[in-house]
């Protein structure tokens, strides 16, 4: 079971401060990361620590940033199929008290066409929306496959609608129900109509509530972390993402209940950590934060 990823990457700087300098000022943060970013990228990365084999077609540069992205990607045996940009693309995120503040420079004046692989030999397809035309073309291709395709629906893209009639797992942030001005619950609706199977909105420390085909509406409690061991959200939606598709390619015929369930013990162990290398859960670590923070909030 293996499955395909696509994506815009960056390379992401995390510092953790208490101070914003501003004007002329100077401040010094007490900690930082530097990793790798982007939404399908992160889920890659996710579902290739947790022993699921992973390819990632993605935004690559040969600066010498793009290279240290290759490098962390061999570190973890991801796959990459690049798409070439003359820049890598950055995002500075500023953690503080669970929520996340994120600065980007994007470059996505493709200097190439994506690639074309065969999705016959995939078992999933997830997509972030981001290269709309690779997004769209292997949204298609993967249905006509017969091959999953899931959607990490940050926000609401040009491509959004076309995408979202041949996925079969839509997850949504509160972000996207913002934009089209719905409800959670009417949004599970909206996805439903476009043909999802399986539809969810993730609502942070409140956890997420889903339907399936029969559209009976289910909720999931998040784990209850700790305020003191909080340090950094971003990426935790990511790690869920290619968490519940791990779960999904080892286990395809267990209910999305479990799925869910082992994707959320994955972002509470991601949120304790500073930066997405760092918080990339290994299998013992979710057995742990489901011992640990197993009381829901």
Known sequence: MNALFVG??????????????????????????????????????????????????????????????????QRYNVSVYPRKVARCSLSFVLPKAGKRAILRARDNHYLRPFMKLDVSCYSAVHLDGHQHDAALYYAKAAREAGVLVS???????????????????AVVAEAFCKEIKLSAKETLSYLHERG????????????????????HIQHLAALHVPDSKVIDTSGAGDVFHGAYLASYLRSPSSPWAVHFDYARAASAHKVQHLGNEAGLPSED???IARREFGGAR
């Open 8 to 73: 815009h990457s960056y390379i992401d700087m995390t510092m953790l401060t208490d101070i914003m300098p501003s004007g002329d000022d100077k401040e010094v943060a007490k900690d930082f990361a530097v990793s790798f970013g982007g939404n399908a990228v992160t889920a890659a990365f996710a579902c290739a620590k947790l022993g699921i084999p992973s390819d990632l077609l993605t935004t690559i540069s040969d600066d010498w940033l793009g290279q240290m992205f290759m490098m962390m990607a």
């Open 151 to 169: 959607l990490d629906g940050g926000g609401v893209r040009a491509n959004t609608e076309e995408v979202l009639h041949s996925t079969d797992v």
């Open 196 to 215: 999802v199977k399986v539809a969810a909105v993730t609502e942070g420390e409140r956890g997420m509530i889903w339907s399936e085909e029969d559209r």
């Open 285 to 287: 670590d979710i057995v």
